[in-house]
């Protein structure tokens, strides 16, 4: 499935609290739209924030992520990306507006959603040995959740819990309007 040449370029962004599966997902939707032939580009946002020190009123980054964000999709952009799939955290409208102005393309935001169990379950994991790093991120899952529950920064959501990285990636572009 190619891009019709009259088409425009349009940014994904998949957000969700820690553990959702952002960051997979969207490598799982790159994979997907290789596959179909889309030139796209796929940028984890918490790569472009790890940088140290950080300024004290912005303890995520946030404004060098969004500098970087810019820089990157505008070079996606002129090498040819039609798509370009984003996964990080959207907390509000505000931040919402960012990352669109920052793109230059229309965005669309998917949140995925996950139950509070399966993410500890996941967390756990993936941060085993880091006691510290585990309770803060535990901690933050479920805070995570009910801020993007409040801000409904959303464009429609895709549930995670007992399905393949592949099933929910495809179901993503799908509900995007991308496949």
Aim: glycine share 6%.
């Amino acid at each position: 499935m190619r891009l019709e040449s009259n088409e425009h370029p349009t940014a994904l962004l998949i957000t969700g609290t820690v553990g959702a599966g952002k960051t997979s997902v969207a490598a799982a939707a790159g994979s997907i739209l290789a596959e179909a032939g889309i030139p796209h580009a796929v940028i984890d946002l918490d790569a472009l924030s790890q940088s140290w020190p950080t300024a004290p009123d912005d303890p995520f980054n946030l404004a060098m992520e969004v500098r970087n964000l810019e820089s990157l999709a505008r070079n996606y952009l002129s090498a040819g990306a039609c798509r370009l799939v984003v996964s990080g955290v959207v907390e509000t409208t505000a931040e919402r507006a960012r990352y669109r102005a920052a793109l230059g393309v229309e965005l669309c935001v998917c949140r995925l959603r996950a139950d509070l169990a399966e993410l500890h379950r996941r967390l756990r994991i993936r941060h085993a040995g880091a006691d510290p790093e585990m309770r803060w991120h535990l901690d933050r899952a479920g805070q995570l959740d009910r801020i993007l529950d409040q801000s409904a920064v959303d464009d429609f959501e895709v549930v995670t819990d007992g399905r393949t990285l592949t099933d929910i990636a495809a179901d993503v572009l799908t509900r995007a309007g991308w496949l």
